[in-house]
């Protein structure tokens, strides 16, 4: 039994969490990381971390940010491979907006040694009319990163961060335009992950469009109850 136990908590230690952009999985994918005690790495905070500290990562990605579209992978499989490579990634770790395409994904393999069938995938799925709601709604600290919503979540004083007092700005993958291309994007060629990891991994469809607590509530209860 002792093994087996072990065996469960292990494998809830490595999670990838899939789904269109506004799905909720940073939301998700933060509340989990805190709770197990384990790192989150959001490729998309890093990519904008490394555009506004001006770095050559930040240089090349800045462009495809600006209009939506995706980043190469191979930036991207450099990147995540040296974050997963640190000491507090040792124990575990889950992965927001990480892989999107195939290639990613074999580079996952690549990088953590091995096939997916030790990774948890929660695919979250959330209606695009919804999407679209939810994206365009989004405003940003630039100072802070912390994230408001028009209707959902607006701060205490209009167009101002309740923390620090900045001006709230939208960004620019969250306008009209861009978010059609990113939810393109995401059709044409994430999509074909769902049934990637259906098939070699420990594969979950969530149903995203209800309570934040009740989709939380779900997969916790998911990663407990073993394969």
Known sequence: MADVEHGVAAL?????????????KGT???RLAAVRGIVRIATGDMLRDAIAQGTAL???AAPFIDRGGLVPDELLIGMVGERIGREDCRDGFILDGFPRTLRQAEGLEQMTGGT????????????RDELLRRLSGRRLCPTCQATYHL???PPATVGVCDRD???????EDDKETA??????????????????FRARSRFHSIDGYRPR???????????????
């Open 28 to 30: 998700q994918a933060g």
């Open 179 to 196: 978010v059609a291309l990113r939810l393109s994007e995401y059709d044409a060629r994430t999509k074909p992950l769902i049934e990637y």
């Open 213 to 227: 607590d009740v989709v939380f509530g779900e997969l916790q209860g998911l990663l407990e109850s073993g394969p």
């Open 165 to 171: 007092g900045s001006a709230l700005v939208q960004r």
């Open 116 to 127: 997916p069938s030790g990774f948890v995938v929660f695919d979250i799925e959330v209606p």
């Open 151 to 153: 209707q959902t979540n």
């Open 58 to 60: 930040g240089k090349q």
């Open 12 to 24: 809830a230690r490595r999670i990838v969490f899939l789904g269109p952009p506004g799905a909720g």
